[in-house]
T-cell receptor, first 113, second 114 residues
């Protein structure tokens, strides 16, 4: 099955700086790579996703890059704000409709004002 | 967008009792429902995949007799934690795949076994 590794486990940045979180996956059949933000006791919230037919996707301050050859993908947050502080999870799946997401171990991002 | 309603949001039960958690897809048909468990400060770990009208598929190490999953209709899947013990205390969350919205999550259930 799929195995997703995520680094770093914690990340502290100053407000306004950029943050980068990296993930690698093992299953070459995976073709859907979402990123989630989770606040304590809440459901994961999708912040951005990418499919294997593109290498990069951007939505305002958030971007995701994908390198299928190397089997890794990254989340980039620019101009970080205190409200970006949360736990972020990457995930991967061969999106057949019947395969679950496999999650990374999570990154606790703290943005210092 | 797609909505999955999960109930209850919090439950406290006595050791040895059973607890049922429901997930309903409100505006789409969820052929497949995924059940995850999340321990504090940990990631979401897949417990089982339930398919409407057939037996659930459990991940390695998950006791199927302890975590009973029923997916009797295209809009309802239930997880019953039988003979709950304190080590079953966790955050349980369901998820369904709904094109084109992607994977939709329930709001989660915080189970505390005392």
């Amino acid at each position: 099955g799929e195995n997703v590794e995520q680094h770093p486990s914690t990340l502290s940045v100053q407000e306004g700086d950029s943050a980068v979180i990296k993930c690698t996956y093992s299953d070459s059949a995976s073709n859907y790579f979402p990123w989630y933000k989770q606040e304590l006791g809440k459901r994961p919230q999708l912040i951005i996703d990418i499919r294997s037919n593109v290498g990069e996707k951007k939505d305002q301050r958030i971007a995701v890059t994908l390198n299928k050859t190397a089997k890794h993908f990254s989340l980039h947050i620019t101009e970080t704000q205190p409200e970006d502080s949360a736990v972020y999870f990457c995930a991967a799946t061969p999106d057949t409709g019947r395969r679950a997401l496999t999650f990374g171990s999570g990154t606790r991002l703290q943005v210092q004002p | 967008g797609a909505v999955v309603s999960q109930h209850p949001s919090r439950v406290i039960c006595k050791s040895g009792t059973s607890v049922k958690i429901e997930c309903r897809s409100l505006d789409f048909q969820a052929t497949t429902m995924f059940w995850y468990r999340q321990f504090p400060k940990k990631s979401l770990m897949l417990m089982a995949t339930s398919n409407e009208g057939s037996k659930a598929t459990y991940e390695q190490g998950v006791e199927k007799d302890k975590f009973l999953i029923n997916h009797a209709s295209l809009t309802l899947s239930t997880l019953t934690v039988t003979s709950a013990h304190p080590e079953d205390s966790s955050f349980y969350i369901c998820s369904a795949r709904d094109r084109p919205y992607g994977y939709t999550f329930g709001s989660g259930t915080r189970l505390t076994v005392v």
